[in-house]
């Protein structure tokens, strides 16, 4: 193949359900005839690969960059991947060839065999939202996972990210600003023993935007290499209280414009509607504060049924919007020990969960119990439920049970180490059809 770079049209082939390239342009049937392969044959481009399968899986028309080697080089490109009927229809353009790199990125989903150069190092891709492209197969045996069923997953459902000294995560700084990181210390979700540090380069589209990581994995053989997790009482991580803090300020100036009508005449109600969006996120920057600090040191005596009609008030318009209704069923005060904006915003967190997952219609639950030394408020809602295999990583940060449920995967965290940082738990009772009952539990007063 010659070294200079492809011309900018764009190269086609097809895939036929097993994953053989049973059509292919002249450029892509070279390619893969020097990979060792031929048309009518299993497809030996790793990568490509990787995104035929990733868009199989999906069932939808995945776009991402991809490096594949030549005889002479490696050729930077852009692959679109679409399925039609049990094919996947590739769509392949700015072809760009430069010097190889050594060692090359490692192989995905049975593809050739590594080079000698880089059989020692473990590589992974993944793309803008985090889902696995590739990774080398001296990795995937390390972490124990099968590399066919592991492409398309959230790199959080094989690795569990930790906190660096300071608190923070890189990987996840690097997502929120784009850039490359280093020092991310991570866990194997199958092996808790076998650990990871993990550094990674940006790469970017074809237009120039942000596509996701190509990065290395350092294994660390022993456990205690890695930074130690947290305590459930550390405080909140500084990236994210600067995070919520800056476009909450923007909030509240822009919703006390309207309040003052100082972009010109406004209707009596639209004006109160400006004064509701500022108290609440003045409510945010509250609650923002409390998990800054150790909820711990401000104990006090509160009504926990109190605090659960408060938290309802301020979801009432999504309660409406989505016409579910909330049932209460104390009509009592409920004393307990705790911090009070810490305990409003567990129960706005819980609630707003239930509301997310509740049917159209549906109905959210609150039930108040008192046992011994403890006093509780169970949510209930007729959702989906949750799998037994998920009811413990939900309670991991940015962990989801359904992906298409929306939040940030943050709620179920914070409020988990809000209850314990207080002396109490939130704890989940859920089964696949049966809804889902997250109950806070607290001492009582």
């Not at 696949?432 to 109950?439: C, I, K, V």
Request: charged letters at 25%; glycine letters at 8%.
């Amino acid at each position: 193949m010659a070294s200079a770079s492809f011309d900018q049209r764009r190269i086609s082939g097809r895939l036929d359900s097993a994953g053989r390239l049973v059509r292919a342009d002249a450029e892509l049937e070279q390619l893969q005839r020097e990979a060792g392969s031929s048309v009518g044959k299993m497809l030996a481009l790793p990568q490509v690969a990787a995104i035929a399968e990733l868009a199989r899986k999906l069932g939808i028309p995945v776009s991402r960059p991809a490096i594949v080697a030549s005889a002479e080089q490696d050729i930077d490109l852009w692959v679109r991947a679409t399925p039609e009927h049990e094919d996947i229809l590739l769509s392949i353009e700015n072809w760009n060839g430069r010097a190889a790199a050594a060692p090359r990125l490692a192989t995905l989903l049975g593809g050739a065999a590594e080079t000698d150069a880089g059989a020692d190092r473990n590589e992974w891709t993944a793309d803008e939202e985090l889902r696995l492209i590739a990774m080398s197969n001296n990795l995937a045996d390390y972490l124990g996972i099968d590399l066919g069923e592991a492409a398309g997953q959230p790199l959080t459902r094989i690795l569990r990210l930790e906190e660096d000294g300071a608190g923070e995560m890189p990987l996840v700084l690097g997502l929120a600003g784009r850039r490359s990181f280093t020092g991310q210390a991570a866990r194997s979700r199958i092996d808790d023993n076998r650990t990871l540090v993990l550094s990674a380069e940006v790469v970017t589209a074809a237009d120039g935007s942000f596509a996701g990581f190509r990065g290395i994995a350092e294994t660390q053989p022993e456990p205690e290499a890695v930074s130690a997790v947290p305590s459930r009482t550390a405080a909140f991580d500084h990236a994210l209280d600067e995070a919520l803090r800056s476009p909450l300020d923007r909030i509240i100036e822009t919703a006390e414009r309207i309040v003052e009508r100082a972009d010109g005449p406004l209707r009596n109600n639209y004006a109160s509607y400006g004064g509701d969006i500022a108290a609440a996120a003045r409510h945010l920057l509250s609650v923002i504060q409390s998990m800054s600090e150790d909820p711990s040191q401000d104990h006090t005596n509160v009504d926990l049924a109190a605090l659960a009609a408060e938290a309802v008030v301020m979801l009432e318009t999504s309660a409406e919007e989505r016409g579910v209704q909330i049932g209460f069923d104390t009509t009592g005060a409920l004393p307990a020990n705790g911090e009070e904006r810490a305990v409003i915003q567990i129960l706005v967190n819980l609630i707003g969960n239930a509301l997310r997952h509740s049917p159209e219609r549906g109905t959210v639950q609150l039930h108040f119990s008192r046992t011994r030394g403890t006093a509780s408020v169970t949510v209930s809602d007729q959702g989906p439920g949750i799998d037994a295999a998920d009811q413990q990583r939900i309670f991991e940060r940015f962990e989801r049970a359904d992906e298409t449920a929306g939040g940030t995967g943050l709620g179920l965290a914070i409020s988990r180490r809000l209850a314990r940082s207080m002396g109490g738990d939130v704890t989940l009772e859920s089964a696949p059809g049966q809804g889902a009952r997250f109950t806070l539990t607290l001492p009582s007063a």
